[in-house]
């Protein structure tokens, strides 16, 4: 999985990434187009695409009717650009780009938090908008969880829209949507292409944290370094989804492409709006704790000790919700809410996509012995 924008990281390995990469679709800046970044010789090949848009107005896509051919993508772009920035983040000899949209007055801007993560420790953020004009900006809060992150303009974005927010759960495989951006740092680029797939969980490894796009929009519309944090937007021009990811197929070497193959991944605006307004104002994102470690269990372990499949509780924390829900260390978790135990992320991504209050129901077994818990969430 690349990030769309940011050096080729390789995945782990899974049934629905085996054979592909993912990069963020974000640009790291790299002046002359070739030197040295983090210790790496990267170079930045551009070329020129056609563009086989058709003139046909007959094609384009009513607003009303999501599953029409196509978007009208220059009305779009004229009335969805004004929103979009492109970011800058630096901090000492490393630097990157990638883009953003104004979500709300006083100039908050959603971004990737791997766009800007680079600045996070006494680095320096500036957002250019549309027109040419800059500003610098601040960072108000990060959630490397989800891949989120939200900046200030410090001129508030004065005298430039708020993009309208849409709903992903209304959203549609095969429906129209256009993706605006600033891929290998040319601003104010705009695409095409419609939802490939819905509700995809794709893990993207970062620098020392693993991003987790939960129930991403998959689309077809280009998306490349440099694209990341900018807009999916729907045929009224709201916002749907938050670029962040792309898959790359790799070469006899191994090492995976950085462009797009038609294989982009958004983060669903349902999830990621309530998670800005949460940054917006508290600097946090919030998310609810299970109060417990676990480890999967490797499966020659469980065949050679002939020990139940699932995840291993490493510890619980003392008066937390798994010890209140009576799971102990040494537990094997075995489902949860129904689905087989397989994975450690499971455990993650439930609280990314719950509040504090919700609840897990879990099987486990412990001494052989099988047992049922209902955990409730708290605050972290």
Known sequence: MTQAGGTPSGPQETPATTGRRFHFAQLLTIPVLVGALVGALVTALIVLLVDRGSTDQSAAADPADPGTAMCAAAPIADRVLPSVVTIS???????????????????????????????????????????????????????????????????????????????????????????????????????????????????????????????????????????????????????????????????????????????????????????????????????????????????????ALGTSAGLFVVSVDAGGPAAKAGLKAGDIITEIDGDPAVSSEQIVVATLTRQAGDTLEIKYTRSGTPGTATLTLAAA
């Open 89 to 303: 983040a630096r901090r000492g000899a490393q630097a990157g780009t990638g883009s953003g949209q104004i979500i709300k007055q006083g100039g908050y801007i959603l971004t990737n938090d791997h766009v800007i993560s680079v600045a996070a420790n006494g680095g320096s953020v500036s957002v250019q908008y549309s027109d040419g004009r800059s500003s610098d900006a601040r960072i108000i809060g990060r959630d490397p969880s989800t891949d989120l992150a939200v900046l200030q303009a410090a001129d508030e974005a004065k005298n430039y829209p708020v993009i309208a927010l849409g709903s992903s759960a209304a959203l549609r495989v095969g429906q129209p949507v256009v993706a605006l951006g600033a891929p290998l740092g040319l601003s104010s680029t705009v695409t095409s292409g419609i939802v490939s797939a819905l509700d995809r969980y794709v893990p993207v490894p970062g620098d020392g944290v693993t991003h987790h796009l939960v129930g991403a929009v998959q689309t077809d519309a280009s998306i490349n370094p440099g694209n990341s944090g900018g807009a999916l937007v729907d045929c009224s021009g709201q916002l749907v989804g938050v670029n962040a990811a792309i898959a790359t197929v790799p070469n006899a070497a191994g090492v995976g492409g950085g462009g797009s193959v038609g294989l982009g991944f958004a983060i669903p605006i349902d999830l990621a709006k309530p998670i800005a307004e949460q940054l917006i104002n508290t600097g946090k994102p919030g998310h609810p704790t299970t109060g417990l470690q676990v480890q999967e269990i490797p499966a020659s372990v469980t065949q």
